[in-house]
């Protein structure tokens, strides 16, 4: 049976904290792309810890016996990551107080623009202050990830994980085959849509689930939806890397092809629901042979087109082609859907005679 257990922890003086800080990982697989803090954020944590506001708790997790061991690691934010690197930041030297900074017990202390170091030399009591002063954090024990994920997910405010998020947090070579191929130079540079909440390892599970299916699946294309690709993540969990590695040379050989062809932040890579059908059109013109006859201002002529047969469509409906309609709305509505790929990527491929 799943469990969960939470206490306080005790000892938690921020010295302390950070004299451990490298017992701790800060960047476990269910945590979110979060926003990097500001200087004007991180200035007004340190503001309100000297002030003695109370700051919302910070969630660790408490490893298990075999990874404290594996990872050489005792713990693992749950939330308070921005906190915790904030207060590490100033005690590091990495910025200085707000230059407005009151110190609220003593109008006469003045340390606005101090580092933590001009503190210990200035007001050496403010600084043994500020290093005593106890951080809230509740330690979480349980053996169940999805608990953690699911305590992620109340914490941030109610905001649910969404897909690409929890899969992360499954862990297994499948992926960490994702997170792989997400770094790929191809979704660095040439993707043009936000990475905020890991958009990039959702395309690249749809891709790998593809080419899976395409070669040892079931030889056709699949839907790419939540509910399969979850399934294809956690079946393949306890698969070794050395299995899947057919899997990360085709997506990454093909990958290499695309970035070559697309430009840097591509106006034609806005859409995720497009890129499955870029990916499979490259990887048949890969296998023809045909490549070196392929160029991206091909798919600017086809994107061209559309517009124009859409304008058409405005105008007198019986004058434009139904194949460009046809496109247009599958690009629009039920892009994960296995019949969508397969007709958008038959039109796209008639169109520039593949």
């Known amino acids: 049976m799943p469990y969960i257990e939470t ?7 921020i010295l302390k904290i950070y004299s451990e800080k490298d017992e701790v990982i800060v960047d476990p697989d269910y945590q979110r792309n979060g926003d990097i803090w500001g200087l004007e954020k991180r200035q007004l944590l340190i503001d309100s810890i000297l002030n003695e506001y ?16 594996k990872k050489g690691k005792e713990y693992a934010i749950i939330d308070g990551r921005q906190r915790l690197e904030t207060i590490w930041k100033f005690i590091d030297g990495d910025f200085t107080l707000a230059d407005d900074f009151q110190y609220l017990k003593d109008p006469k202390i003045k340390p606005g623009g101090f580092t933590y170091s001009d503190l210990a030399k200035n007001y050496p009591k403010l600084k043994i202050k500020f290093d005593s002063i106890s951080l809230p954090i509740v330690s979480i024990t ?3 990830l999805e608990l953690i994920e699911d305590m992620f997910s109340r914490l941030n405010e109610a905001v649910p994980l969404n897909s690409a ?11 960490r085959l994702i997170s792989k191929i997400s770094l790929h130079k191809f979704f660095k540079e040439n993707i043009n849509f936000s990475n905020k909440r890991y958009q990039h390892k959702e395309a690249a599970a749809k891709i790998i689930f593809l080419i899976h299916s395409l070669t040892t699946g079931k030889k056709r294309i699949v839907d790419t939806k939540k509910i399969y690709l979850d399934d294809f993540v956690k079946t393949h969990k306890s698969t070794t890397d050395k299995e899947l590695e057919y899997l990360r040379k085709e997506s990454t050989s093909i990958l290499n092809e695309m970035s070559n062809i697309f430009i840097k932040k591509d106006p034609l890579l806005k859409a995720q629901g497009t890129l499955p059908v870029y990916f499979l059109l490259i990887r048949d013109y890969r296998s023809l042979n045909k490549l070196n006859k392929f160029s991206r201002n091909m798919l600017i002529q086809f994107k061209n087109n559309l517009e124009k047969n859409r304008k058409k469509a405005e105008t007198n409906i019986r004058t434009a082609e139904f194949d460009l309609l046809e496109y247009d709305r599958l690009s629009q509505q039920g892009t994960n859907d296995a019949s ?3 007709t958008r990527l038959e039109i796209l491929k008639s169109y520039l005679k593949l």
């Open 142 to 144: 349980t053996d169940d």
């Open 54 to 69: 109370d700051i919302p708790k910070i969630y660790f997790h408490k490893l298990s016996k075999e990874e404290r061991l």
């Open 165 to 175: 998020e929890k899969r992360n947090a499954y862990g297994g070579a499948m992926s």
């Open 340 to 342: 969508s790929i397969t």
């Open 7 to 13: 206490y306080i922890l005790p000892q938690t003086s």
